[in-house]
């Protein structure tokens, strides 16, 4: 069974930078379209950025403009660098498959933007 594990996460003030990032426990980039998401709390979760299986990026909402998703491949890994970040970005941030069936979700990472 695939492993997502997702670090990085911390608190920060407004305006400033974190970069998180999501190592599985096996070779899925190059197969998969691969997205961050986000949980605030007592909110859904919802999808904050997504790569192809090439280097094509999108992003959804807020993100565009702040945030950048990349990936390693040799190193499985999925980054999700975000800058100017707000007291709304305050969430836990999970990677995983943009599309069904997707993996078992991991444990996040929390993000806190406060002053």
């Known amino acids: 069974q695939v492993q997502l594990v997702e670090s990085g996460g911390g608190l920060v003030q407004p305006g400033g930078s974190l970069r998180l990032s999501c190592t599985a426990s096996e070779s899925l980039f190059e197969v998969n379209a691969m997205a961050w998401y986000r949980q605030i709390s007592g909110k859904r979760r919802e999808l904050v950025a997504t790569?192809?299986?090439?280097?094509?990026?999108e992003y959804v909402g807020s993100a565009k403009g702040r945030f950048t998703i990349s990936k390693d491949i040799a190193r499985n890994t999925l980054y999700l660098q975000m800058n100017d970040l707000k007291p709304e970005d305050t969430a836990v941030y999970y990677c995983?498959?943009?599309?069904?069936?997707?993996?078992?979700w991991g444990q996040g990472t929390q993000v806190t933007v406060s002053s």
């Open positions: 790569i192809d299986m090439g280097t094509t990026a």
């Open positions: 995983n498959r943009l599309f069904e069936p997707r993996y078992n």
